[in-house]
């Protein structure tokens, strides 16, 4: 019994590069995020000296990078 391949050689290769091309990329785009962002203390101190906006307030609160400062200081485990 004769089975079809899924794909040929060349449409395989052609797979392979595109999700090589979007791993770089989003690797970079990862690298270029973590680079521009902010320490979690810096961010926590911003809060409590009133540094930030009413708007990065609400988000701030919300994220879990406050959860993680509060737990750290409070020493909850």
Do not use: Q, W
Request: net charge positive.
């Amino acid at each position: 019994m004769y089975y079809a391949p899924l794909y040929n050689h060349v449409d395989g290769n052609i797979i392979i590069n595109y999700f090589k091309k979007n791993t770089i990329i989003l690797l970079y785009i990862y690298m270029i995020r973590k680079v521009f962002k902010e320490s979690i203390y810096r961010e926590y101190e911003r809060y409590i000296c009133n540094e930030m906006d009413d708007d990065e307030k609400s988000k701030y609160v919300k994220s879990k990078n406050f959860f993680l400062v509060t737990r750290i200081n409070l020493d909850i485990k």
